[in-house]
């Protein structure tokens, strides 16, 4: 059973924004638009294994995506944790293509494609650290000591996956994703004993699920960029660059005539994911390049947010979460 769906991360949703709202001459427009490539490979990787797990008898398994949970002063992030009551499964997944090989002397991860060696952080540490820490919390929010096991998923059918020839155990942690449900199959059958209860189980999927924190971030900060360097506005969908203007309540476009009395939304949305989730009527103005007071009212208005403050210092909450 998905108890916790996998969504778009938010650092793609922010680099999305950045990359629309950033002049095509920029100078890190190259860089933010191969950062975003990744993002969306792994993301792409991510969502190749619910297929594969779609397989599992769902009474059986608990399954959280994306799970970003606190080990003391740190936290710590699940592309997909599948808990049951014998054991907890982190699965890791990678998208690489080409061959890769995996370097037990140096601990790294070396990939190969057209020729090119590229090297990756050793992802069999990653999980080691990752069950150390999911061992924690369970013991810090007081459950029983569960079985933490962990395996890595090469999401590409085409990958090579290489090794030493002493490194024996490499299979045991290594799939390929097709692999994933008979993977399961065998780790169920290995452990006999039920270490959670019934209601351990739901009551520890229902605190991870409570504890989760998504990992905000200014996105501006980051890439050291600033709100003036940001194309504003609101941009016209269907020509892709052209900015439209409000008449009597409706965004028009000069050049193909769309309209609309929503285009707002989507760059209200921008705003949020590259400035914040807080707007004033002066900062919607702004963003949005009206000029009026009272139009930028009735759109905040509209849009039935929360707000605190009265008059000129009322501040308005936004939130979008897709």
């Not at 080691?128 to 013991?139: C, G, K, P, V």
């Not at 996956?161 to 449900?181: C, E, F, M, Q, S």
Request: one cysteine or more; hydrophobic letters at 35%; a positive charge.
């Amino acid at each position: 059973m998905i108890v916790k769906k996998r969504k778009v991360p938010l650092a793609i949703r922010k680099l999305s924004a950045l990359a629309y709202r950033l002049p095509p001459n920029h100078p890190i427009l190259p860089l933010i638009m191969n950062d975003l490539k990744k993002r969306e490979a792994g993301h792409k990787g991510e969502c190749s294994i619910d297929f594969p797990l779609s397989f599992l008898e769902p009474k059986s398994y608990y399954i959280l995506h994306d799970l970003r949970l606190q080990d003391q002063s740190r936290f710590f992030q699940l592309d997909t944790l599948l808990i049951s009551k014998k054991y907890a499964l982190i699965i890791e997944v990678k998208n690489i293509a080409g061959a890769i090989y995996f370097d037990s002397h140096f601990n790294q991860l070396i990939r190969t494609i057209e020729g090119k060696e590229t090297a990756f952080p050793d992802p069999i540490i990653q999980v080691s650290r990752q069950e150390s820490q999911l061992t924690n919390w369970f013991l810090k929010n007081g459950f029983p000591s569960l079985p933490i096991l962990s395996l890595i998923v090469i999401s590409n059918p085409q990958t090579i996956i290489r090794t030493a020839p002493g490194n024996h155990k490499l299979h045991y942690k290594v799939i390929h994703r097709d692999a994933l449900p008979y993977k399961i199959s065998q780790m169920e059958d290995s452990i006999t004993d039920s270490i959670f209860s019934e209601k351990d189980l739901k009551k520890a999927v229902r605190v991870m699920n409570k504890h989760h924190i998504d990992a905000d971030f200014s996105i501006l900060d980051r890439y050291n960029l600033t709100e003036e360097e940001l194309i504003k506005g609101v941009i016209c969908e269907n020509c892709k660059g052209n900015q439209l203007y409000r008449k009597h309540g409706t965004w028009i476009c000069h050049q193909c005539q769309l309209s609309s009395k929503k285009a707002h939304i989507p760059a209200l949305r921008d705003y949020f994911y590259l400035l914040g989730s807080t707007i004033t009527n002066r900062q919607l103005r702004d963003f949005l390049n009206i000029s009026s007071a009272s139009s930028a009212t009735r759109i905040l208005q509209s849009l039935n947010l929360t707000s605190s403050g009265s008059n000129k210092g009322r501040v308005y909450s936004l939130y979008f979460d897709e």
